[in-house]
């Protein structure tokens, strides 16, 4: 690969390392007392359980610095400061790609884990990411980006604005309700894209089979067999118990 190319990558990756380890700083000392009481007696910050990974952090940084001012020597910046300030504003495929699989997996950890019912949560995120890469069209995927894109968009002004509180409070697992709303539009949209297609209308079914049944036997089994609390235990989660407790 050419030398340019390269220090490219190290100069958005060396940003990556910087943040990173900036983040790893700021959120351990917000949550990490450097001095605390135990047992009546006042320990000494060197003893601190944050002192690790405040070292990790610089450690981090440090390497992101020197990797930084690496990539800007070799022209590595440049190349990204000429790709963003250029006329040709398209996106490869392998960064549609990699944007999809960042896109999914931020989502499902900090938008729908901590509010949405599991089993929902997860069956859509499943159906999203394989229908993403099985069906294997650049043309869908950037289709199905921008429409997961804005759904995901719509909860994030509600989960923020609180509104979803106040959706719950007027009816239970309304959220949850939204959110498989947005499941079955997802469904009936992806469908319509591939109506004249069977091949990819087979690749739709196995899809959809493979995210609803792994959901189903995983959860279920961490739940009932494992006893494994789940993050949010939501609408669908209240059915299983139903459904358990109707055939003990």
Known sequence: MDKTELRRKDFVTS????AFGFFLIVYTVSEIPMKDSW????N???VSPGL?????GLLIMLMGSILCLRAIKDGGAKKVLDT???REKRISEKTFRFMGILLIIFTYVYLYIPRVDYFLSTMLI???FISFYYLDRQDLLKKFFMFYLTGCLVFLILFVSGIDHYLNQQFLYLTDVLVFVFFLIYLAYSRILIRRDEALRKKWRI????????SLVLIASFKYFLLVPLPVEGGFIEIMNIFRYALR
């Open 39 to 42: 047992g009546g007696v006042m």
């Open 44 to 46: 000494v910050w060197y």
């Open 84 to 86: 963003l300030f250029s």
């Open 207 to 214: 899809s959809l089979l493979m995210s609803v049944l792994p």
């Open 126 to 128: 499943l159906m999203v």
């Open 15 to 18: 940003l990556l390392l910087i």
């Open 52 to 56: 690790f990974p405040i070292c990790i």
